[in-house]
């Protein structure tokens, strides 16, 4: 008897620690998902190379990501979505085309793809158990994404887009 209570604690501890996120990383209520991942990580990468990043982008008028109304006003039913198919281009387009000839760079840029494929596999999990649904209005969103992409050279749009990675950031947070 004595032993079965020490069970169910163990069991009752183990499953909540599985709740709490690990060290640094945030949890973000996507509609019906749940992802954990770390931002300020990620940030940090971003932060050593975003102005070489940015140095690299020629069009300063054009942007990938804030094109009017492209994660504007995001309905939250829709936020799944839209993220994994972000994740998805991140990992997809950008990161692939983001090749410099400073491997200090290039090491940051291999971190930040890393936790964006992390971050793509559970919200692959999510969109297959059909938690993450995919409205109109988030498909209208992520097709102007990838017309602003599509309409440049692909190294100056990953380029361009990876320059970008603290808009995506700033709008996960601020959902």
């Known amino acids: 008897m004595k032993g079965s209570h020490v069970f169910l604690c163990l069991l009752s501890l183990s499953c909540w620690l599985n709740l709490i996120p690990t060290a640094g990383n945030k949890i973000f209520h996507l509609g019906p998902c749940r992802v954990s991942m770390s931002t300020a990580e990620i940030r940090s990468g971003f932060t050593a190379i975003k102005a070489n990043i940015q140095a690299r982008d020629p069009i300063r008028t054009l942007s990938i990501l804030s094109h009017p109304h492209s994660l504007h006003k995001v309905k939250s039913s829709d936020r799944c979505c839209i993220t994994h198919h972000l994740f998805n281009f991140y990992v997809d387009k950008v990161f692939k085309h983001c090749k410099t000839e400073d491997s200090y760079v290039n090491r940051k840029i291999s971190s930040i793809a890393n936790s964006f494929l992390s971050v793509r596999r559970k919200l692959g999990q999510c969109h297959e158990q059909n938690k993450c649904m995919c409205g109109q209005e988030s498909a209208e969103k992520f097709k102007q994404i990838l017309a602003n992409y599509e309409g440049l050279n ?16 700033d709008w996960m947070e601020k959902a």
């Open 154 to 169: 692909v190294t100056s749009a990953a380029m361009k887009s990876l320059g970008e990675l603290d808009i995506l950031l």
